[in-house]
């Protein structure tokens, strides 16, 4: 951004990294205050392409260690591509699809993992995506798996994921933060 401040005073932050950890990170203050910290007269964006389809898949995976090696591996094989790794315990796998309007598509297992792929091109990355799995698969990472064949599955997997507020109301009196 760059900034005009009430006594002119120009304070310029143009720099294109993406993370700068050299002093404070005025940025948000002005974003979020509306024009009464100093006016805002240039800004740089940084403008990904709308993703066609992701690529999505929920995985059984065999604990916790194979749920990192899993994020490490696809970090290798789809370089810049994970557009979202969460991981979810058996506990709450089972209440999600218990309590939630959920189905459950896949067994029992040690600990769950939610991967998407983001991707422009989706007849091309989703070959990469599948192969990733497969290689999972063969390292004894991920035990089953479901990939996303529409955009409903996808839909399915990320319902099962923010399923909490089904469950927290079936665990009254419980309160969380």
Request: aromatic share 8%.
């Amino acid at each position: 951004l760059e900034v005009v401040l009430a006594d002119g005073t120009v304070l310029s932050m143009l720099n294109k990294m993406q993370k700068n950890n050299s002093g404070y990170d005025l940025k948000h203050l002005f974003i979020g205050s509306e024009g009464t910290l100093g006016i805002i007269t240039r800004a740089v964006l940084r403008l990904q392409p709308e993703s066609a389809a992701p690529c999505t898949a929920l995985c059984a995976v065999s604990g916790f260690d194979a749920a990192v090696k899993l994020l490490r591996l696809a970090q290798r094989r789809l370089v810049g591509a994970v557009g979202a790794y969460e991981a979810m315990w058996p506990d709450y796998y089972r209440a999600a699809t218990s309590y939630g309007k959920v189905r459950a598509p896949l067994g029992e297992a040690p600990f769950y993992v939610l991967t998407d792929m983001v991707t422009a091109d989706p007849v091309h990355d989703s070959a990469r995506f599948q192969a990733m799995l497969e290689e999972a698969m063969e390292l004894g990472l991920v035990t089953d798996a479901a990939i996303s064949q529409s955009e409903a599955d996808t839909a399915s997997f990320w319902a099962l994921r923010d399923a909490t507020p089904e469950i927290m109301s079936h665990l009254a009196p419980m309160l969380a933060f």
